[in-house]
C-alpha cells in the first residue's frame, strides 16, 4: 500500500493539529462540536468563507490575515492549503449508545472500519459516506490510523458532517448494534452472495476490514450475512475506499 510520505505539519501536542484545506477547514468552523483555536487565512480565502452562507466564523476564534508563505511556514511545504490552515482538536470520542441515538432515521446505515491505517483511506470514506448520505460510521482503536491532517484534508468535509466514534472493542460493539436491531453484514471478495442479491435490513451495518488482510476471522464470525461487490475476473480486488464508494453509491440509489 502506497504511503503518504509528507510531513506533519507543526502541531502542540497529540490532541491538537493544523487542519487544511477550504472544505474541511469551512466543515470544521461550522461543527460547534469540534475546538477550534486559531485560523490562517488569506485575504481572498477569508473573503470565500465570509461570503459562504454554509459556514459560520465563530466569535472568539484568533483570525490572521497571512500570505501563503506564512501558511507554508507553519505547515511545511508542499501541502495543498488553498490559503487556509485552522488549529483545532480532535473531534472527541463519544460513546456508541450516545452515537446511536444521534441516529434518529428508521431506516440507517452504518459502517464499520476495522484496523484501516491508511488515511487516504479513511478520508475517502468519510467523503463517499457525506456524498451518499451514510448514517454514522465507527472506527476501531487498535491498529488503525487516528484522525490527523491528512484523513481530514481527503475527507473534504466528511469528518466534520457524517457522525462518527472510535471503539475499543469491537464485539461488544457489535453486540450493542445487534441489541438495538442492526443487522450486521461483513464485505468479502470471497464471498457466494453478491450485494446485488441480498435484501438489506432496515437498520444495517456493513464491516470492511483492513487493507491488507481483509475482515479478521473473529470478526466475520460475528456477521449475520457476509457479501460480496461482483467485480471482474480481470482484477483480483478493489482497493477498499472504492469498494465502499460503490457500496454507499448502491445503497443510496437501490434501498428505499
Same mark, same amino acid.
Given at each position: 500500500?502506497?504511503?503518504?510520505?509528507?510531513?506533519?505539519?507543526?502541531?502542540?501536542?497529540?490532541?491538537?493539529?493544523?487542519?487544511?484545506?477550504?472544505?474541511?477547514?469551512?466543515?470544521?468552523?461550522?461543527?460547534?462540536?469540534?475546538?477550534?483555536?486559531?485560523?490562517?487565512?488569506?485575504?481572498?480565502?477569508?473573503?470565500?468563507?465570509?461570503?459562504?452562507?454554509?459556514?459560520?466564523?465563530?466569535?472568539?476564534?484568533?483570525?490572521?490575515?497571512?500570505?501563503?508563505?506564512?501558511?507554508?511556514?507553519?505547515?511545511?511545504?508542499?501541502?495543498?492549503?488553498?490559503?487556509?490552515?485552522?488549529?483545532?482538536?480532535?473531534?472527541?470520542?463519544?460513546?456508541?449508545?450516545?452515537?446511536?441515538?444521534?441516529?434518529?432515521?428508521?431506516?440507517?446505515?452504518?459502517?464499520?472500519?476495522?484496523?484501516?491505517?491508511?488515511?487516504?483511506?479513511?478520508?475517502?470514506?468519510?467523503?463517499?459516506?457525506?456524498?451518499?448520505?451514510?448514517?454514522?460510521?465507527?472506527?476501531?482503536?487498535?491498529?488503525?490510523?487516528?484522525?490527523?491532517?491528512?484523513?481530514?484534508?481527503?475527507?473534504?468535509?466528511?469528518?466534520?458532517?457524517?457522525?462518527?466514534?472510535?471503539? &475499543?472493542?469491537? &464485539?461488544?460493539?457489535?453486540?450493542?448494534?445487534?441489541?438495538?436491531?442492526?443487522?450486521?453484514?461483513?464485505?468479502?471478495?470471497?464471498?457466494?452472495?453478491?450485494?446485488?442479491?441480498?435484501?438489506?435490513?432496515?437498520? &444495517?451495518?456493513?464491516?470492511?476490514?483492513?487493507? &491488507?488482510?481483509?475482515?479478521?476471522?473473529?470478526?466475520?464470525?460475528?456477521?449475520?450475512?457476509?457479501?460480496?461487490?461482483?467485480?471482474?475476473?480481470?482484477?483480483?480486488?478493489?482497493?477498499?475506499?472504492?469498494?465502499?464508494?460503490?457500496?454507499?453509491?448502491?445503497?443510496?440509489?437501490?434501498?428505499?
Amino acid at each position: 500500500m502506497r504511503r503518504n510520505n509528507k510531513k506533519s505539519p507543526k502541531k502542540s501536542h497529540n490532541n491538537e493539529y493544523w487542519m487544511y484545506g477550504y472544505h474541511a477547514v469551512a466543515a470544521a468552523l461550522s461543527n460547534e462540536y469540534r475546538i477550534k483555536s486559531e485560523l490562517l487565512v488569506t485575504s481572498e480565502a477569508h473573503k470565500r468563507l465570509k461570503s459562504d452562507k454554509t459556514t459560520l466564523l465563530p466569535k472568539g476564534l484568533k483570525v490572521t490575515i497571512s500570505q501563503r508563505s506564512e501558511i507554508e511556514h507553519v505547515l511545511g511545504k508542499g501541502f495543498t492549503h488553498q490559503g487556509v490552515c485552522l488549529k483545532v482538536e480532535k473531534n472527541k470520542k463519544i460513546d456508541i449508545g450516545d452515537f446511536l441515538k444521534s441516529i434518529k432515521t428508521e431506516r440507517s446505515n452504518i459502517i464499520i472500519l476495522d484496523q484501516l491505517e491508511d488515511s487516504q483511506n479513511v478520508g475517502a470514506i468519510f467523503r463517499s459516506a457525506l456524498a451518499f448520505k451514510i448514517d454514522g460510521i465507527i472506527l476501531t482503536e487498535n491498529q488503525s490510523v487516528n484522525e490527523n491532517h491528512f484523513m481530514t484534508k481527503t475527507a473534504c468535509g466528511g469528518i466534520d458532517k457524517v457522525p462518527f466514534t472510535s471503539v &475499543s472493542n469491537l &464485539s461488544s460493539a457489535l453486540r450493542t448494534l445487534k441489541e438495538n436491531g442492526y443487522w450486521v453484514y461483513g464485505l468479502d471478495g470471497n464471498s457466494d452472495k453478491k450485494i446485488t442479491d441480498t435484501d438489506f435490513a432496515k437498520k &444495517s451495518v456493513f464491516i470492511f476490514g483492513s487493507e &491488507s488482510d481483509g475482515m479478521r476471522h473473529l470478526t466475520k464470525s460475528s456477521c449475520d450475512e457476509v457479501v460480496k461487490i461482483e467485480i471482474s475476473n480481470n482484477l483480483e480486488s478493489l482497493n477498499v475506499s472504492n469498494s465502499a464508494a460503490v457500496l454507499f453509491f448502491y445503497l443510496n440509489n437501490n434501498i428505499n
